[in-house]
Structures are given as structure tokens and as C-alpha cells.
């Protein structure tokens, strides 16, 4: 089978987002100001979360499969093109492949009849159901879950970067026990919140801590694209 069985080495970083809820602040408000705050940090380590990832995919040495976008037509090429690599790689398996866009991207794969039309993928997602894929939607197609993320390296730019990959080839690791200061909360998962008040600042402190690092697993299981996102989403 010529499996390799060398241990995948992960480094793990820390990273804290906090900010301070002034209680005199709070009586002056009808909202949970702590509750926003706190939806607040735990947003900001998952957008770090994605940026570690991102940075991971950013390094796959594989060849990258440089987007035309003059027509739909094209830009359903360049999409194949990106899954034909996985297939070439034999790196694909239907439902644990994954495809990120940048929002430029979106909108032209959305051009394509056979991504955007009911008549050839699932409704879901669709702009009559649920809007685009985001916060955990994906839209199948080609056997792939596509999905779109406003942080892709170079996103807006003209070297603008997309991927696609199996879900084994890209890893992450995450401290078991993350920082929770008062040692209130019970089923800790990666990230951890901790809300404290301080008397001498009148005010509560909302912390959130993670402990976290990508590595990648196997090379040829991600495909990288560029594209111009500055360019003109095609009219057909």
C-alpha cells in the first residue's frame, strides 16, 4: 500500500480575544452587552481558526490551476479543472472533498447553469431557499461541497486564491484544555470563555482563549486556483 506512518508534527499557538462590559455602560442599555461581546470573541478565534487553515492550503506545492474568466463557460472549466487534479491525484472521494470561493468567485460560479440551477444540484443554498452557503452550508457540485469565505489569501486582488481538497489531507489541532480562569465551565471545547468582574474597573471582563495550529497531512490532496478578483463577473 506504501502508506507512510510518520507522525504528523502540529505546533500549537495561543490566541485570546477579550474586551471590557462597564457596568455603569449596562445599566444605561436594554441589550446583554456581555452576550455580544462574547459572540463577538468566540466569532474573532474562529476567523483565526480559518486563517490558520487557509495559511496551510496556502503551501500545498501542487500545481495551481489558473482561473479564465472571460465567459461562465470558462470559469466552469477552471472549477473542473480543479477537481480533475484531486482525480488525477487520486485524492477524491465524493462528500470529503471541499471548495472554498472568495465572494468574487461565488458570483461568477454562480453564472453556471449546472452550479446555480435547481436542475442539476440540490436546492439548498440557493438564493430561493437559504441565500449562499455560509456559516456551515455547502452547495454540492461535482461531487464536491463548495462553499464561500470572505478571507481567501489575495482575496479582492488580481492574484486572488481558491481551493478545493480532501478533508484527510488537511489537519487541525487544538489544546485539549483551553484557559477558563474561573474554572466555571463545564463541557470545554477548544475555545473557552470566562467571564470575570473586576471591582477596581467596575466592569466585567470577557476573555475567550484557544490553543490551535493547522498542519497539512498529505500534499496532493489540495488544489490551489487563482484568479483575478478584480475582474468583471461574466454575462454568459
Not at 430561493?128 to 463548495?146: Q, R, S, T, V, Y
Amino acid at each position: 500500500m506504501n502508506q507512510t506512518h510518520t507522525a504528523i508534527e502540529c505546533t500549537l499557538s495561543d490566541f485570546y480575544a477579550g474586551d471590557w462590559v462597564d457596568r455603569l455602560d449596562e445599566a444605561k442599555t436594554n441589550i446583554d452587552e456581555r452576550k455580544a461581546i462574547a459572540s463577538g470573541g468566540a466569532w474573532a478565534l474562529g476567523r483565526k481558526v480559518d486563517n490558520q487553515i487557509f495559511t496551510v492550503l496556502d503551501s500545498t506545492t501542487q500545481s495551481t490551476v489558473s482561473w479564465v474568466i472571460t465567459s461562465s463557460g470558462a470559469v466552469r472549466n477552471s472549477m473542473s479543472a480543479m477537481v480533475g487534479a484531486l482525480i488525477a491525484n487520486a485524492a477524491f472521494r465524493r462528500g470529503q472533498v471541499y471548495g472554498v470561493l472568495s465572494p468574487k468567485a461565488w458570483e461568477m460560479a454562480m453564472t453556471i447553469t449546472a452550479f446555480a440551477s435547481a436542475d442539476f444540484v440540490g436546492a439548498a443554498g440557493m438564493e430561493f431557499d437559504k441565500a449562499p452557503p455560509i456559516n456551515g452550508m455547502f452547495k454540492e457540485w461535482m461531487g464536491c461541497l463548495w462553499t464561500v469565505h470572505p478571507d481567501n489569501p489575495g482575496v479582492g486582488t488580481a492574484t486572488s486564491k481558491v481551493f478545493v481538497w480532501n478533508k484527510m489531507a488537511v489537519g487541525y489541532a487544538a489544546g485539549e484544555h483551553p484557559a477558563n480562569l474561573a474554572g466555571t465551565m463545564a463541557g470545554e471545547s477548544s475555545v473557552g470563555a470566562d467571564i470575570t468582574w473586576h471591582g477596581d474597573r467596575a466592569a466585567h471582563f470577557v476573555n475567550h482563549a484557544m490553543s490551535g495550529g493547522a498542519c497539512m497531512i498529505d500534499d496532493t490532496g489540495v488544489i490551489e486556483g487563482n484568479l483575478d478578483d478584480t475582474g468583471t463577473v461574466p454575462a454568459s
